[in-house]
């Protein structure tokens, strides 16, 4: 049996984008953390800036959405997209990552069943990140 999670993209405005499903490891050490590793220091342009070695951008939340997809998607199966708005399809974990031009991505991690229901953690990748060992 998985550990079914959610990753909810939003724009500047909070609207929502896009949905991911990711069926196995949705549990913060698992897919949370690899979630954060891969966000953490993204920063978000209007346009395709000159990326040097060690930078990551993306070209505001839709590309960033898509980034991400194509990150945990190496497999048939395990990872899908659903309609904006779509829940309550078992999942133990909800991860949104928003932001805004300029600044680093935005994560907020939040578990639905179980004693430590509630938010996580929320703020930025790279603060959160130290964050996630001390939440088990």
Not at 43 to 64: R, S, W
Not at 74 to 79: E, I, L, P, T, Y
Request: charged residues 25%.
């Amino acid at each position: 049996m998985g550990t079914p999670a959610l990753t909810i993209f939003k724009d500047e405005k909070g609207q929502e984008i896009a949905v991911m499903y990711t069926h196995n490891d949705g549990y913060l050490q698992g897919y949370g953390k690899k979630l954060v590793e891969f966000l953490q220091g993204m920063k978000l342009t209007n346009g395709i800036p000159f990326v040097a070695p060690g930078e990551k951008f993306a070209n505001g939340m839709n590309c960033l959405a898509a980034q991400v997809i194509a990150k945990f998607k190496d497999r048939v199966g395990d990872v899908y997209l659903w309609p904006v708005g779509k829940r309550d399809i078992g999942e133990d974990y909800i991860y949104e990552v928003s932001g805004k031009e300029g600044e680093e991505v935005h994560v907020i991690a939040i578990k639905l069943h179980g004693d430590k229901s509630g938010i996580l953690f929320s703020g930025k990748a790279s603060e959160v990140l130290p964050q996630i060992s001390t939440k088990i």
